[in-house]
């Protein structure tokens, strides 16, 4: 922000299942929980379960002049669906006398007025938006996606068009003016970050670290395994543990290790590209299938490879041939995400291009 004073005087409602913008800006933000395991009502601290007792205090913060910006996270589906409501009621909260099924109806209240500029923040898995969230997208001024694909139009695949939108979809102005609201954001570091501190391991014990799913994950997980086998056989230093690492270990092993292997999984966005770089490894990436937010630079922040059979391992023998290159990859790298992909530094960008649009277009 310009300066502590223009912070100091910012009033933000978020309603999402996570409070990722109140982490950076918790004395100017109310947060209100969609998330069905949600943490207890707290007055002084602006936390609130979305429930009967909150819903007008809500309502009203939404009509509040004083407001200076909403941020909303999108619900995965439709709160009257049958995923949403299974999924309350089959929470174990519900046997303490807690029935979340409220919760996940918070940003239904954004149909109506409200008086401060709406920005939606979807840091979800999904390549497209929801049938049950093109309203946020008509009704805000900035749509924020993790995962858009580089061809904006596919967000409307089997949701705003039954297959993929055609030419006389794509030349509506309605459609038009919507893609336009979109914007790229990235993962970045994890919202509740290593209590440690990431740890910059001098000593390299492994030339390829890789923890994560194989089974039932990416198609380039199951490929890219392959390869990493055929690398261990000729002599290449492996870690690939099996199952599961505490965070702890999981950044230990990863700063001990000259590259990191991070495939896409479920969305081609994952914490491990930036987790490698703030633990001192450089991340080999498979090629983005979706548009970025302060992009990594092949061979500056990362090393990225394409799909076909014996890239990845091409990418890391020519990688491990030159150390010094890969330490100044690495320190740049590591400096980068801690400027542009901390979770302070996203919610911050996201804050200041909302404020930028002042309150055009409500």
């Known amino acids: 922000m310009q300066s502590s004073g223009s912070r100091a005087a910012l009033k933000i409602v978020e309603i999402g299942d996570k409070p990722f913008i109140k982490s950076a800006f918790p004395e100017q933000t109310y947060f209100f929980s969609t998330y069905a395991a949600g943490s207890v009502t707290d007055l002084q601290a602006k936390i609130f379960n979305i429930s009967l007792s909150t819903i007008r205090y809500l309502r009203e913060l939404l009509s509040d002049s004083t407001v200076s910006l909403i941020v909303c996270h999108p619900t995965p589906s439709s709160p009257w669906g049958a995923r949403a409501v299974s999924r309350a009621l089959f929470n174990k909260r519900i046997f303490r006398g807690h029935v979340p099924l409220l919760r996940a109806f918070g940003p239904q209240f954004l149909r109506g007025q409200h008086s401060a500029p709406l920005v939606v923040l979807d840091q979800d898995d999904y390549p497209l938006i929801d049938r049950s969230n093109l309203f946020l997208l008509e009704r805000c001024q900035l749509y ?178 030159d150390k010094q290159r890969l330490s100044r990859i690495a320190g740049a790298g590591r400096a980068y995400v801690m400027e542009h992909h901390t979770p302070a530094a996203l919610a911050t960008h996201v804050v200041e291009q909302g404020l930028a649009l002042g309150s055009s277009g409500r």
């Open 144 to 321: 924020f996606k993790r995962e858009l694909p580089t061809d904006r139009w596919r967000v409307f695949l089997k949701t705003a068009h039954p297959r993929l939108p055609t030419y006389r979809f794509r030349k509506q102005a309605r459609w038009e003016r919507l893609i336009e609201k979109l914007r790229p954001i990235s993962l970045g570091l994890p919202l509740q970050g290593h209590g440690g501190g990431y740890p910059q391991s001098t000593e390299k014990t492994a030339d390829v670290f890789f923890a994560g799913r194989v089974e039932a994950s990416s198609w380039v997980r199951k490929v890219g395994a392959g390869e990493l086998a055929s690398l261990s056989e000729a002599g290449v230093r492996v870690d690939a543990p099996e199952g599961r690492l505490g965070p702890e270990e999981f950044y230990s092993r990863c700063a001990s290790a000259w590259l990191t292997w991070s495939p896409e999984g479920y969305g081609w966005d994952c914490f491990r590209h930036y987790e490698a770089l703030a633990c001192g490894s450089v991340p080999i990436i498979n090629y983005p299938t979706i548009e970025r937010h302060r992009a990594f630079v092949d061979g500056e922040h990362a090393l990225f490879y394409s799909g076909e059979a014996g890239a990845l391992g091409n990418v890391v023998l020519g990688a491990l041939a």
